[in-house]
């Protein structure tokens, strides 16, 4: 087959593709459509499917629309690709720890379905069933911090790799397991059993087509798409996000690799003169050991070695780092070209974040869904429309103050978006007034 025949083939099956999101758009139900789906990607691989996708994104279909289709490439992909395996890895790589949750969530569901069960019929709806459910729910509900540190570790690197469609369709799919968790914990709180159990029946289908898409489609894909490097700058992130029921292992240790990887760069290069001695020191040549420093002197702030005019002051960036990391708020700043710049490493974060984010557009830092709130948010900005935005929600037991401010340099022009997000539970609680120092 010629190129131009590959060509208008790749655009006839995007055109077909199209057409069957909006069939299920318009409410067509899903095992019509499957048919057609089944027809159209015969002889097309998994990782075709999501370069057609990332070719609807492109071409300006909205992810909410693309992700419509994903349970039904689970369906039709799933007799094909569970025969090709699952990818593999050393102990201690992120897809062989993310694939190890995955096993341990496997375990957690089965407990979670066990439980459901009893709870879907009014006969089994007793008190230790209800307690049953909710320990089994807690424990499934762990499966989160997989999710997020998908997001945050292994999204960005694909997005730079050109392959970002796929990631925002899944983010979407995790949002609706969200939803699910926070159904079930407003139905239990409400002692309404039988509906938390036909949401944990829904949540358990849902969790189930994502580990495998996750490991027939997100992960071999990403094993082929990104490099050892990129693989080594992921892992060193993860820790910042943290890990569902296991602890990565050690057998691919990301030091020995990044060693190797210098060695071969420096292989590659043309072998350098090796740099002449240094010619020794009067004190070292005569044997006379070194004079004794002298004490340390307290420098004028302005003289200190590495120290930065601030508008009001200097600091060093030493300095600088653990004041914001020491201040009572999360802190990140995006820049003028919507860049994610900076997030401040605080030991108890609100929203969790990683070394993943820094340098990433800030639109895909965010669920689908709510991505056109950040651009309105920072158009309004740029536009000088508007002073600061803020949102207040109740978060694991915290009551949580989060507010955006523009910023902008002595000529007025638009630098950049402030993130500033507060736990003020405790300063909502105060009363009265506290004038002394109380520390007994």
Known sequence: MVMSELIQNDAYKREELKKIIQRLHDGEPVSRVKKDFDTLIQNVSAEEIAAMEQALMQAGMPAEEIQRLCEVHVTVFENTLESQGKPEKLSGHPIHTYMAENDAARSSLKELKRAYWRLLFPWGRTKTASEAFTRAIGDFKKILIHYTRKENQL????????????????????????????????????????????????????????????????????????????????????????????????????????????????????????????????????????????????????QVPGAVKLGEGWMTTEQIDLMLQNLPIDVSFVDEYDQVLYYSDNPERIFPRSPGVIGRNVANC???????????????????????????????????????????????????????????????????????????
């Open 155 to 302: 999204f960005p690197y694909l997005e730079q790799a050109g392959f970002d469609a796929p990631s925002k369709v899944m983010w979407g799919k995790h949002d609706e397991i969200r939803a699910l968790f926070r159904d079930i914990d407003t139905a239990m709180q409400n002692q309404d059993y039988g509906t938390a159990a036909l949401k944990a029946r829904l949540l358990a289908g849902k969790a189930q087509k994502m580990f495998f898409m996750e490991e027939h489609i997100l992960f071999p894909t990403a094993l082929r798409k990104l490099d050892e490097k990129t693989w080594v700058t992921i892992r060193r992130g993860e820790d910042a996000i943290g890990y569902a029921w296991i602890r990565p292992g050690s057998l691919w240790d990301p030091d020995i690799i990044e060693s190797r990887l210098m060695n071969q760069a420096l292989d590659a290069k043309a072998a350098a003169t090796a740099p002449k001695a240094a010619p020794a020191t009067p004190a070292a040549a005569s044997g006379v050991a070194p004079a004794a420093e002298p004490a340390a002197t307290v420098l004028p702030p302005s």
């Open 366 to 440: 965010h669920p689908p869904k709510s991505v056109h709130i950040v651009q309105r948010i920072i158009q309004a900005f740029r536009n000088k429309e508007k002073k600061v935005a803020e949102f207040w929600l109740e978060l694991g037991g915290k009551f949580v103050h989060i507010r955006y401010f523009p910023v902008y340099d002595k000529q007025g022009t638009y630098r950049g978006t402030l993130e500033v997000s507060q736990d003020v539970t405790g300063i909502r609680a105060l009363q009265g007034q506290r004038r002394l120092l109380d520390w007994d």
